[in-house]
């Protein structure tokens, strides 16, 4: 079936590197996404990574991909108060795009 | 710039009272979709739109509707609404499904029922 799963929350310090983890059910997705949301705005596209690559780089954003245990991350690196958001996983499963619940990611001075 | 315009941003209505919410874009793209989320919950498709080609979801109620009269619009109606059908709206667009691009999402409706 299909199911995106990450965990609910992620505290991390100003300047530090955040990861939040992904696993999703469907192999036969393509595409999988990292999706961000700020409070009462919709979802934003950040980045994403076609199934046959294991990693993607964009300025701060890391994606790593392990296809094999169906798994898929996201690092930011250096995170920044504005970064203080909803992140959501999500695969491309019979051309639809499926969401996870999110991470709401959160910075600590 | 080219965007996805979700009208209103609040939209409260009474139980039971059918309410309207809508949604246009100026990407000029082929596919249209309604997700449903509530809050600390993943969105959930509720129907797309393939240029005029309806595509419903199996399990969204049938107190739900969507028309799209023309490519820029489209709208989402619920004919009954419940308490239960409070949450955020949020319309999307794709060029096409099933590429990499990923949605184009608005800013979403929020839905109060009293």
């Known amino acids: 079936g299909e199911d995106v799963e990450q965990s609910l929350f992620l505290s991390v310090r100003e300047g530090d590197s955040s990861v939040i983890n992904c696993t999703y059910t469907d192999s036969s997705s393509t595409y999988l996404y990292w999706y961000k949301q700020e409070p009462g705005a919709g979802l934003q596209l950040l980045t994403y990574i076609f199934s046959n690559m294991d990693m993607k780089q964009d300025q701060r954003l890391t994606v790593l991909l392990n296809k094999k245990d169906k798994h898929l991350s996201l690092r930011i690196a250096d995170t920044q108060t504005g970064d203080s958001a909803i992140y959501f996983c999500a695969e491309n499963s019979a051309s639809k795009i499926i969401f996870g619940s999110g991470t709401r990611l959160s910075i600590r001075p | 710039d080219a965007m996805v315009i979700q009208n209103p941003r609040y939209q409260v209505t009474q139980f039971g009272k059918p309410v309207t919410l809508s949604c246009s874009q100026t990407?000029?793209?082929?596919?249209m979709y309604w997700y449903q989320q509530k809050s600390s919950q993943a969105p959930k498709l509720l129907f797309h739109?393939?240029?005029?080609?309806?595509?419903n979801e199996a399990d969204t109620p049938d107190n739900f509707q969507s028309r799209r009269p023309n490519t820029s619009f489209c709208f989402l109606d619920i004919r009954s609404p419940g308490l239960g059908d409070a949450a955020m709206y949020l319309c999307?667009?794709?060029?096409?499904?099933?590429?990499?691009?990923?949605?184009?999402f608005g800013s979403g409706t929020r839905l109060t029922v009293v």
């Open positions: 990407l000029n793209h082929n596919v």
């Open positions: 739109y393939y240029d005029k080609d309806f595509n």
């Open positions: 999307a667009t794709s060029r096409e499904m099933g590429q990499g691009e990923g949605y184009t």
